[in-house]
């Protein structure tokens, strides 16, 4: 990987081929990566719109399969508390929380879950972007370079407010990122940032930018089971019970 600053805008870049997985639903008229068209509207009224949704067509996707299980799921995660009182009751019974999760939900018990098509519906796809340039969206370089450009949005601008819910912010700063000139006389492909439920090395999410649906890359489908290990292991992180 080659991570060096960009002489015109002062972000960290990186410049290597990426491969990343994504839960996908395919739909006719968005192909298998199923990009949602975003119109070009003032940042207050993004509240509905993905983290780092741009005017235009953004996908988002994970290094790690079991990452893009966790962040597909992590919509329905459950409170802090709700969370700790099933590890506790997992661990009382003495079984995985996915067996928890699935006998409370067939005793009728009210539980943070998808429905029970979910899973039937969605493939995960494994996407190769062989020549891009990214910008590292946790990097001291880039959170100086938003700093400095007066777009923030936010009154003190760290990397919580980068990486946080407020989607005015978030937005307005990944649709200034994608409009942004490099040294190179191109544009970013996207942006490399940390998971909300953790990062580790060679474990990032990233948020693309495209043109047009499914192009730029060469994604590879691959259907997944219910006991598919890296989806156990993402109920595990996220308590959302998927039948």
């Known amino acids: 990987m080659i991570t060096r600053t960009c002489a015109v805008t002062g972000m960290a870049l990186l410049e290597r081929p990426v491969t990343m997985y994504r839960v996908s639903q395919a739909r006719l008229d968005r192909g298998p990566l199923n990009p949602r068209p975003r119109p070009d509207t003032p940042a207050m009224f993004r509240t509905e719109w993905n983290r780092f949704d741009t005017p235009g067509l953004t996908i988002y996707g994970a290094e790690k399969r079991v990452t893009a299980f966790v962040e597909s799921l992590a919509y329905k995660a459950p409170s802090a508390n709700d969370f700790a009182g099933l590890h506790e009751e997992a661990k009382f019974l003495g079984v995985e929380l996915h067996v928890l999760l699935q006998e409370l939900r067939d005793a009728g018990v009210p539980v943070e879950g998808v429905d029970a098509d979910w899973r039937s519906e969605r493939a995960m796809y494994e996407l190769q972007y062989w020549t891009a340039t990214w910008v590292d969206l946790a990097n001291m370089d880039t959170l100086t370079a938003i700093r400095a450009s007066g777009i923030s949005g936010a009154p003190k601008m760290t990397i919580s407010d980068l990486t946080g819910d407020d989607r005015e912010v ?66 595990r992180i996220t308590g959302v019970s998927v039948p």
Not at 179 to 205: A, I, M, W
Not at 211 to 217: L, Y
Request: hydrophobic residues 30%; aromatic residues 10%; positive net charge.
């Open 170 to 235: 978030t937005t307005r700063i990944a649709s200034w990122i994608r409009d942004q000139k490099l040294d190179t006389g191109g544009s970013t492909q996207g942006l490399r940032y940390p998971s909300k439920f953790g990062v580790s090395e060679g474990n990032h999410c990233w948020a693309v930018f495209m043109d047009r649906p499914n192009t730029g890359c060469s994604p590879i489908k691959k259907n997944f089971a219910a006991d598919d290990p890296d989806l156990l292991q993402a109920i």
